[in-house]
């Protein structure tokens, strides 16, 4: 079945740096990849729709310029938290699926703690 | 814009009782359905999904869920609790033209010995 890998899984940095997070379609090409934050206790909440080849569609509230997205190629998108800072600290989880109406198949999360 | 609503967001059952975790839908057609599960600090695994054909949908470990048109309602059952089963539980909608996948609130699931 269709995988998808995400590294890191977890990691700390301090605040005012940068981290990349990757996400990786292992058995499909993935045209569209859709990244999501979670916190504690809640629901997944939709950031961002990464589309290969093209801009990343943001959805309202979440800054295009903190938290950016690339989609180089089929099978790879990641999402960049620049200048992190602690309330950016979250659980933050890429998808995709292989086609319309298919399930989405999910990274295993990365957590992100900025000190 | 589609989207789910869980009802509940905590559930305690009895191991051995049945599971019933609600989910009801918004949308104007009907739209693809997902259950998926969730344990600490990992990412979501699908349980089932409904997209056409047969409104009773049977995923893994037991779970299964029934489509119902005149309800807009999507829940999620298992005839028997195991201690396994405690986790979070997720109920989705996608659209059409490969949409973004939009979840409910969540539902905990708590088995107790």
């Known amino acids: 079945g269709a995988v998808v890998s995400q590294h890191p899984s977890r990691v700390i940095c301090k605040s005012g740096t940068s981290v990349k997070i990757e996400c990786r379609s292992l058995?499909?090409?993935?045209?569209?990849m859709f990244w999501y934050r979670q916190f504690p206790k809640q629901s997944l909440m939709l950031m961002a729709t990464?589309?290969?080849?093209?801009?990343?569609?943001?959805e309202q509230g979440v800054e295009k310029d903190k938290f950016l997205i690339n989609h180089a190629s089929l099978t790879l998108s990641t999402l960049t938290v620049t200048s992190a800072h602690p309330e950016d600290s979250s659980f933050y989880i890429c998808?995709?699926?292989?086609?319309?109406?298919?399930?989405?198949?999910f990274g295993n999360g990365t957590r992100l703690t900025v000190t | 814009a589609q989207s789910v609503t869980q009802l509940g967001s905590h559930v305690s059952v009895s191991e051995g009782a049945l599971v019933l975790l609600r989910c009801n839908y918004s949308s104007s057609v009907p739209p693809y359905l997902f259950w998926y599960v969730q344990y600490p600090n990992q990412g979501l695994q699908l349980l089932l999904k409904?997209?056409?054909?047969?409104?009773l949908v049977k995923g893994i470990n037991g779970f299964e869920a029934e489509f119902k048109k005149s309800e807009t309602s999507f829940h999620l059952t298992k005839p028997s609790a195991h201690m396994s089963d405690a986790a979070e539980y997720f109920c989705a909608v996608r659209g059409y033209n490969n949409n973004d996948m939009r979840f409910g609130a969540g539902t905990r699931l708590t088995v107790k010995p």
């Open positions: 058995d499909f090409q993935a045209t569209t």
């Open positions: 990464s589309n290969e080849g093209s801009k990343a569609t943001y």
């Open positions: 998808s995709s699926g292989p086609g319309e109406g298919s399930p989405l198949h």
């Open positions: 409904y997209t056409t054909g047969a409104t």
